[in-house]
C-alpha cells in the first residue's frame, strides 16, 4: 500500500482507471508529480500521459479534471476522459515522423532527454 496519503493517490488512481478503459490499440504512460499550478486554471487539476513513437518522439497527452470532483463523480465522467486522451493519442499516431520531428522542435518541451 502507498502511503503517502494525499491527493498525488487521487490521482494516481483515475490515471489508473483511465488506463484500464483505454482501448487496447492505445500505449500511453501515466506521467506523475506534474505541479498542479502549471495549469492556467487553478480549479482544475490536469493529468498527463505521454505517448512515444519509433522515432522517439514523446507526445503529451492531458485531460482536466476540475478539483472538485470525487472519485465517484470521475468515474461517472470516465468514459469522456478516456475518449479525450484516445482522440488525443490517435492524432499523435496519425501524424507521420517528419510531423513528429517539428513536434520536437516545437512544443514539446519536457525533460525528456534529447536524442538528436
Ligand atoms: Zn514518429
Redesign the pocket.
Known sequence: MNQKGNMVDEQEGVHGLILSQLSDDICVVPLKGFKMDLSANRNFNKLFFKIG?????AGLLSVEIAVDKTMEDINKALPALVSRIEAQARSFSR???ED?KMLRLGKVKNNEKETS
Not at 513513437?53 to 518522439?57: E, I, L, R, S
Open positions: 513513437c519509433n522515432c522517439g518522439t501524424m507521420n515522423c513528429h
